[in-house]
C-alpha cells in the first residue's frame, strides 16, 4: 500500500473576494476525525489503516515557497494530498510535481474555470492558476468538470489550452473517459451547488451535488497521484457542513489513491 503524505497550506492571500481558506486545513482534519462519522469510505476502505504521513501545516510568507514546500513534502515512494489555502496553491504545487510526473493529467472540479490570463493584475491570482500550469506545460491534459462561470476570454483560453470543459449545463459524468497518465485531482469546494457547501467565497447557484462529485470521484479509472482540496472559506460555514464534506471527499480521494 502506497503511503500518502498529506500537507495544508495556509494561505489565502491571492483570493480575489474573500480571505477566509487559509483557516480551512486544521478545521478539514478536525471534521475527518470527528466521532460523528467513522473512517469507513462507502467501498469499506478504513481510512485509518492507511500510511498517512501528516507533515502538518504550513504558514506562507510568500507565494513562491508553496512550490519548495511541496517539493520537500513530495517524498520518493508517497503521493501527495494538500489541503488548501485558495485555489493560486495549485500552480505551483503542480510545478513541483513536474518534475516527478512530467506527463500529468488534471482532473480540475469547479464551478470556475480559472484560466485567466491575469486577474486584477495578478498573474498568481486565485482566478489563473490553469492558466500558468497549461502554458507551461505542466499537464498533458485538463479536464474540468463543474464550471458555471465561463466568459468568453476564458472560453478562448479554454480553446487556446485545448482544455476539455464539461460546464454544469448539459452536464454528462458518463462522458469522463478513462486517464492514461497519472491523474492529479484538484477539488475546489465551490464546485459543489452552496445548498450543499456554503462554506466558500464564491456562491455560484447550479452546481454539482455531494453525491456527484462522490460517484465521479468512485468511478474514476486512473492512477491517481496527487490531490487538493481548495477554497473551503470556514467564514461562510453554516454549522461546519462544508468541513464534513471536505472531510468525505478526502476519505474517498484518499482511497482512490491508495488502489
Ligand atoms: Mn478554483
Ligand atoms: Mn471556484
Known sequence: MSTITLQGILY???SSFQQGPAKAPPLIREALYSDSANMFTEDLKD??????????DFVVGD???I??????????????????GD??????????????????DILHIDAHGDLYDEFEGDKYSHACPFARIMENGFAKNLIQVGIRTLTTHQREQAEKFNVEVHQMKQLD?????????????????????????PGVSHYEPGGLSSRQVIDLIQNLDANIVGAD?????????????TAYLAAKMMKEILAKMVN
Open 12 to 14: 489565502d492571500q491571492k
Open 47 to 56: 481510512v485509518s489503516n492507511m500510511h498517512i504521513d501528516d507533515r502538518g
Open 63 to 65: 507565494y513562491f515557497e
Open 67 to 84: 512550490e519548495s514546500i511541496t517539493t520537500a513534502n513530495l517524498k520518493d515512494e508517497g503521493k501527495l494530498l494538500t489541503l488548501g
Open 87 to 104: 485555489h493560486s496553491i495549485t500552480f505551483p504545487i503542480i510545478k513541483a510535481h513536474h518534475e516527478k510526473y512530467p506527463i500529468l
Open 173 to 197: 459524468l458518463s462522458k469522463i473517459r478513462a486517464f492514461e497518465n497519472p491523474l492529479y485531482i484538484s477539488l475546489d469546494m465551490d464546485a459543489f451547488d452552496p445548498a450543499f457547501a
Open 229 to 241: 482540496i481548495v477554497e473551503y472559506n470556514p467564514d461562510k460555514d453554516v454549522h461546519n457542513m
